[in-house]
């Protein structure tokens, strides 16, 4: 699709009303999942990493190889309870952008389940949408007081206007890959081929068209398919689409569907300050319930702390909501620990920010003419609140966003 098109579904979705969660898909594949390939292909511009995407380079100043695991290294501070435990009980809203949640998206399915929410005096009534689009158009028309998103929609609702801000993040950093059916070897052979997405203007799309941009095709010479993120890996399996951008734990569930399957490309080499994540929230319900909000980011980060120091406890909780195996679960985890992917603090870096806006504009997901900039994407003052009642920012560790 051109990205004239694109243009005319973002004030679309200023004014649709939320959508109806989404019925959770299949379980993940029962087969355990096989060995990584030792040598996938990479995209253009990128260099190959030989391993698989345990590789992914920590965001912004970080070194670009892999972190050491957790536990290698001494974590900030011990994640605690707000200074005082309140008496009175808030509520909210929440918009989750995947059904049902990839590993990435954990931290508010964490809090709840292991009753941090509970902790700050927090009701949660969570939602589950299918993509960070639909989600974000639900928390814009008012049915929902807080979202999870990729960067994507966030950037081009507020460049049409939209009332929102970002007040922290699941995850700054990128951890997925684009792979392809056996037949398929390299992004150059995409030309021609059906391309799994969620929607135009949605996170795999936008991914797919860097893919198609550094081996010098146009989105028009591609097929987009609109695929549920829970079906991509079958939908490559099943011949509907050829290629897909999938999450660490679709990819270990991708091996173990067809170990032939290919990677093209680790999105962290061919864009590697992409910010990928935001919580999302209006400017009405930053106002009236900035209590609330802060309380949520405060209970998101502790899950997000808990998930390094814990690792037992939230693969139980990751089996539970993602519907992995938890062989696929053990090893997506590692992979996601090792770079550091979930955010621990407000995970809102400047350079990252303006970086994704720059590319964004690149690909034609956003014009260059009224970009938005960071003091129009970011409200970091709930999340520094935030970070404050969990004991201060964890440091001394290049993974630590």
């Not at 994640?79 to 998206?105: C, I, Q, W, Y």
Request: neutral net charge.
């Amino acid at each position: 699709m051109k990205p004239s098109l694109f243009r005319l579904v973002v004030p679309l979705m200023l004014v649709l009303s939320a959508c109806t969660p989404t019925s959770p898909p299949p379980a993940a594949p029962t087969t355990a999942p096989a060995a990584a390939p030792t040598a996938a292909p990479a995209a253009k511009p990128t260099t190959a990493a030989a391993s698989a995407p345990t590789t992914a380079p920590a965001a912004a100043s970080a070194p670009t190889t892999a972190p050491a695991a957790a536990g290698a290294t001494a974590p900030g501070p011990v994640a605690t309870k707000p200074p005082t435990n309140p008496t009175d009980r808030m509520s909210l809203v929440f918009g989750g952008a995947v059904t049902p949640p990839n590993m990435v998206h954990m931290a508010p399915y964490v809090a709840k389940d292991m009753g941090f929410f509970d902790e700050v005096g927090l009701d949660v009534d969570m939602k589950s949408f299918e993509g960070g689009v639909a989600a974000l158009r639900g928390g814009i028309s008012g049915g929902l007081d807080v979202v999870a998103t990729s960067s994507d929609p966030l950037f081009a609702a507020i460049q049409q206007g939209a009332p929102v801000k970002a007040i922290g993040t699941y995850a700054p950093k990128l951890s997925v890959v684009m792979m392809a059916t056996p037949d398929i070897k390299t992004p150059a052979e995409l030309k021609g081929k059906k391309i799994g997405i969620q929607g135009v203007g949605g996170f795999a799309d936008v991914m797919s068209r860097l893919v198609l941009a550094g081996a010098s095709i146009s989105p028009n010479n591609v097929q987009f398919i609109d695929v549920a993120t829970a079906n991509r890996v079958t939908a490559m399996a099943g011949g509907q689409t050829d290629a897909a951008v999938l999450h660490v734990d679709q990819y270990y569930n991708a091996l173990s569907v067809n170990p032939n399957f290919n990677v093209l490309a680790r999105m962290w080499e061919v864009v590697p300050d992409w910010w990928y994540s935001a919580f999302v929230a209006t400017d009405e319900v930053r106002t009236k319930k900035r209590e609330a909000m802060v309380r949520f980011m405060t209970a998101v980060i502790k899950a997000q702390r808990f998930m390094y120091t814990n690792p037992t406890e939230f693969k139980k909780v990751a089996v539970d909501n993602t519907k992995a195996k938890p062989e696929v679960v053990d090893k997506a985890y590692d992979d996601l620990v090792k770079a550091g992917v979930w955010s621990v603090n407000d995970g809102m870096p400047q350079k990252l920010i303006d970086y994704t806006i720059g590319k964004e504009i690149e690909v034609g997901t956003i014009k260059a003419e009224g970009k938005p900039n960071y003091e129009q994407v970011i409200d970091k003052s709930i999340v520094d609140e935030a970070i404050k009642r969990n004991g201060g920012p964890w440091t001394g560790d290049p993974r630590w966003y």
